[in-house]
């Protein structure tokens, strides 16, 4: 099931520059996207999320960009903090359906 | 700030026992879920739970599986039989407010890793 695909295993980032992590999607039925953090031994943390009827939604140090025409979506960090060091979960969800989709996670890391 | 729990952090079994995995959603929420990682794996969605019965499930979720809200708070997953490819970390989830938007964000709880031998 590759519905949901997060192509980059891992990313290194200076701390202080922007962190930009990408998810691609293959299923036009998906309509609500969201990112999760996830540091080891802990469950996914909610990030931000993004509805399609929009294309960027922001909050603090995070930005989320969503093409449609692309099926792409990314999430940008800036400026990239330590604490941000974790694996980031791309997930989406169809109109009428509950499941979320997740991807295979991207680990970031910040460098200082 | 509310959050998810989950019992027991981890859980060591032996293949062919049943295992409870036990979960505290956050409470005023209405709609709970089960998702497992298998090790090196991506998270996947098992089963959602609204009103008391079994709103949406995927192919893993077979007879085996059986989910109940025994009372107001906890939410429980159960694994009859386990077999070896039980083994995985499994997530309680809750979203979504009475009166809310129809499509909330899902809080996850800590996980339970689970070994079945």
């Known amino acids: 099931d590759q519905q949901v695909k997060q192509n980059s295993p891992s990313l290194s980032v200076q701390e202080g520059r922007i962190s930009i992590l990408n998810c691609d999607y293959t299923?036009?039925?998906?309509?609500?996207f969201l990112w999760y953090k996830k540091y080891p031994a802990e469950g996914p943390t909610f990030l931000i999320s993004i509805s399609s009827i929009k294309d960027k939604n922001e909050d603090g140090r995070f930005t989320v960009f969503l093409n449609k025409s692309a099926k792409h979506l990314s999430l940008h960090i800036v400026p990239s903090q330590p604490g941000d060091s974790a694996v980031y979960f791309c997930?989406?969800?169809?109109?009428?359906?509950?499941?979320?989709?997740f991807g295979q996670g991207t680990r970031l890391t910040i460098n200082p | 700030e509310p959050e998810v729990t989950q019992t027991p952090s981890h859980q060591v079994t032996q293949m062919g026992q049943e295992v409870i995995l036990r979960c505290v959603p956050i409470?005023?929420?209405?709609?709970f879920y089960w998702y497992r990682q298998i090790l090196g794996q991506k998270v996947e969605f098992l089963v959602s739970f609204y009103n008391n019965e079994i709103s949406e499930k995927s192919e893993i979720f077979d007879d085996q599986f059986s989910v109940e809200r025994p009372d107001g708070s906890n939410f429980t997953l159960k694994i009859r039989s386990t077999k070896l490819e039980d083994s995985a970390m499994y997530f309680c989830?809750?979203?979504?407010?009475?009166?809310?938007?129809?499509?909330?964000?899902?809080?996850f709880g800590p996980g339970t890793r689970l070994l079945v031998l």
């Open positions: 409470s005023n929420h209405l709609y």
């Open positions: 989830a809750s979203s979504g407010l009475a009166g809310g938007p129809p499509r909330e964000t899902q809080y």
């Open positions: 299923n036009s039925m998906f309509d609500y």
């Open positions: 997930a989406a969800s169809a109109q009428g359906a509950q499941k979320l989709v």
